[in-house]
């Protein structure tokens, strides 16, 4: 009796072991498999000091000008052009032979940043055409070796930046049509491009990180890195830790972006929305898309084209781009907006003109701007709230009427005032909200702006 229970026991623990096993080897098996669907599950990025700085900096900075400049501008028809117009390899490669921008010149560049009141620079370094706009050693396929220019851009960008104290962040492609390890192919750059249908995705992966390597070391503070191109297949293994850790390891302070329409992954710095306000999809690039609590920014073109489009007149108006910048704000994200330069390096006329103008308002209003985080205030139909410390900036964009009643957010108010030059407004704090009254003439088309001090 009490062998026989004995051994009945022994049986159940080796059948419990068994199971114990089968059960572990799943959940290893599991794991692996979710390790391999997406390197970054559960991995934790504890951004350091350094970066911490740089995010607080970037959101108090809230104005910047987006850069897209490559070979692609001699056709003037976009920097889609080699896909939009199915353009194989071996022919895009006669077009750095016709690049020789002799107008180019950084120091006007960045002082037109500058005056327009924009704080750092975001320029393509290389775009899904993979075509170099540095002295790249790891590739001949750049700017110094195939051009008759046969300068470094970024380097004479990088330096002048230096010594203007504005911040520049590298806009890097992981997409690219020209390189034959690209593969398996994505959505675009297709067959036609006459790469080999075969490759090793890791090779290229190697080779993006050495030149992320070559713009980390060798051109300065690079604030951070602007990615792109993800989306052409969002769901390969893009060993974004591996290339994420390379560039906190070179550059601590470095911010790192993607523009890939998702919700940030461990190891962004910062969130960017393409040519739509946090929260928004007017574009279908954002459906996938989540507001997180990292630091954000919006891009827009100045018309209606990233690269230089010769047809592309329609540019938008002083308006138009001051409210953009307005409303971003109001949603606590800076305003990234872009110029497309011409083949000869110089910027269009009226492009210039445009900045100016934004410039001019800026130098008025720019307290209301800089330095500030959302408002109290949800953005509404009339407009948007900002806030620095105690005082809450009201941007009327659309209102026509004298009075004005706007959701009140439980704060005891010291006073109102139009923000240009202080007139103090009669106000009251009713059931409906905190009401006052603006005098006509000092309703502005493009901005009325209330400054609120509260107590």
């Given at each position: 009796?009490?062998?026989?229970?004995?051994?009945?026991?022994?049986?159940?623990?080796?059948?419990?072991?068994?199971?114990?096993?089968?059960?572990?080897?799943?959940?290893?098996?599991?794991?692996?498999?979710?390790?391999?669907?997406?390197?970054?599950?559960?991995?934790?990025?504890?951004?350091?000091?350094?970066?911490?700085?740089?995010?607080?900096?970037?959101?108090?900075?809230?104005?910047?000008?987006?850069?897209?400049?490559?070979?692609?501008?001699?056709?003037?028809?976009?920097?889609?052009?080699?896909?939009?117009?199915?353009?194989?390899?071996?022919?895009?490669?006669?077009?750095?032979?016709?690049?020789?921008?002799?107008?180019?010149?950084?120091?006007?560049?960045v002082q037109m940043a500058k005056a327009a009141g924009m704080k750092?620079?975001?320029?393509?370094?290389?775009?899904?055409?993979?075509?170099?706009?540095?002295?790249?050693?790891?590739?001949?396929?750049?700017?110094?070796?195939?051009?008759?220019?046969?300068?470094?851009?970024?380097?004479?960008?990088?330096?002048?930046?230096?010594?203007?104290?504005?911040?520049?962040?590298?806009?890097?492609?992981?997409?690219?049509?020209?390189?034959?390890?690209?593969?398996?192919?994505?959505?675009?750059?297709?067959?036609?491009?006459?790469?080999?249908?075969?490759?090793?995705?890791?090779?290229?992966?190697?080779?993006?990180?050495?030149?992320?390597?070559?713009?980390?070391?060798?051109?300065?503070?690079?604030?951070?890195?602007?990615?792109?191109?993800?989306?052409?297949?969002?769901?390969?293994?893009?060993?974004?830790?591996?290339?994420?850790?390379?560039?906190?390891?070179?550059?601590?302070?470095?911010?790192?972006?993607?523009?890939?329409?998702?919700?940030?992954?461990?190891?962004?710095?910062?969130?960017?929305?393409?040519?739509?306000?946090?929260?928004?999809?007017?574009?279908?690039?954002?459906?996938?898309?989540?507001?997180?609590?990292?630091?954000?920014?919006?891009?827009?073109?100045?018309?209606?084209?990233?690269?230089?489009?010769?047809?592309?007149?329609?540019?938008?108006?002083?308006?138009?781009?001051?409210?953009?910048?307005?409303?971003?704000?109001?949603?606590?994200?800076?305003?990234?907006?872009?110029?497309?330069?011409?083949?000869?390096?110089?910027?269009?006329?009226?492009?210039?003109?445009?900045?100016?103008?934004?410039?001019?308002?800026?130098?008025?209003?720019?307290?209301?701007?800089?330095?500030?985080?959302?408002?109290?205030?949800?953005?509404?139909?009339?407009?948007?709230?900002?806030?620095?410390?105690?005082?809450?900036?009201?941007?009327?964009?659309?209102?026509?009427?004298?009075?004005?009643?706007?959701?009140?957010?439980?704060?005891?108010?010291?006073?109102?005032?139009?923000?240009?030059?202080?007139?103090?407004?009669?106000?009251?704090?009713?059931?409906?909200?905190?009401?006052?009254?603006?005098?006509?003439?000092?309703?502005?088309?493009?901005?009325?702006?209330?400054?609120?001090?509260?107590?």
């Open positions: 009796m009490n062998i026989r229970i004995q051994n009945n026991v022994r049986h159940d623990c080796i059948g419990t072991t068994k199971k114990f096993r089968i059960l572990l080897t799943f959940m290893l098996l599991l794991f692996l498999y979710m390790a391999t669907v997406n390197p970054l599950h559960g991995q934790s990025y504890q951004p350091s000091p350094e970066n911490l700085k740089t995010r607080e900096w970037f959101q108090n900075a809230k104005f910047g000008l987006f850069i897209h400049w490559g070979v692609y501008s001699v056709l003037g028809d976009g920097e889609w052009v080699m896909n939009q117009q199915q353009i194989p390899v071996n022919i895009y490669e006669k077009i750095p032979s016709f690049f020789n921008p002799t107008e180019f010149d950084a120091k006007a560049w750092y620079i975001t320029i393509t370094s290389k775009h899904h055409d993979g075509f170099a706009m540095w002295d790249s050693k790891v590739s001949d396929y750049n700017i110094v070796k195939r051009t008759p220019y046969g300068k470094d851009v970024l380097k004479m960008l990088a330096d002048e930046c230096k010594k203007e104290g504005i911040k520049l962040f590298f806009y890097h492609s992981q997409l690219d049509w020209h390189h034959p390890d690209y593969f398996p192919r994505g959505n675009t750059g297709g067959s036609w491009t006459g790469r080999p249908e075969s490759g090793d995705m890791n090779k290229y992966l190697d080779y993006m990180d050495a030149q992320l390597t070559e713009l980390l070391t060798n051109y300065g503070e690079v604030a951070g890195i602007w990615f792109d191109g993800m989306w052409d297949k969002k769901d390969a293994d893009w060993r974004l830790q591996k290339t994420y850790n390379l560039i906190h390891q070179l550059q601590p302070a470095a911010l790192v972006g993607s523009n890939h329409h998702r919700a940030p992954y461990p190891g962004e710095d910062f969130q960017m929305f393409e040519k739509d306000l946090p929260g928004h999809n007017t574009t279908g690039f954002s459906a996938e898309s989540k507001v997180g609590t990292l630091p954000k920014e919006t891009c827009e073109t100045i018309n209606n084209s990233w690269g230089f489009h010769l047809k592309d007149d329609k540019h938008k108006s002083k308006k138009d781009l001051i409210q953009y910048l307005v409303k971003a704000a109001g949603y606590d994200a800076n305003f990234l907006l872009n110029i497309g330069p011409m083949p000869n390096g110089k910027i269009q006329p009226e492009h210039v003109a445009l900045l100016n103008e934004m410039g001019e308002w800026i130098r008025i209003y720019g307290e209301t701007i800089y330095g500030t985080r959302g408002g109290p205030l949800t953005a509404r139909d009339w407009g948007v709230t900002t806030q620095n410390g105690n005082k809450v900036y009201v941007h009327l964009l659309k209102w026509f009427d004298e009075s004005i009643t706007i959701p009140s957010w439980g704060k005891k108010i010291k006073s109102v005032k139009i923000f240009q030059d202080k007139t103090p407004l009669k106000f009251s704090l009713n059931d409906f909200g905190l009401s006052f009254k603006i005098p006509k003439d000092k309703l502005n088309e493009i901005d009325t702006v209330i400054e609120i001090e509260i107590l």
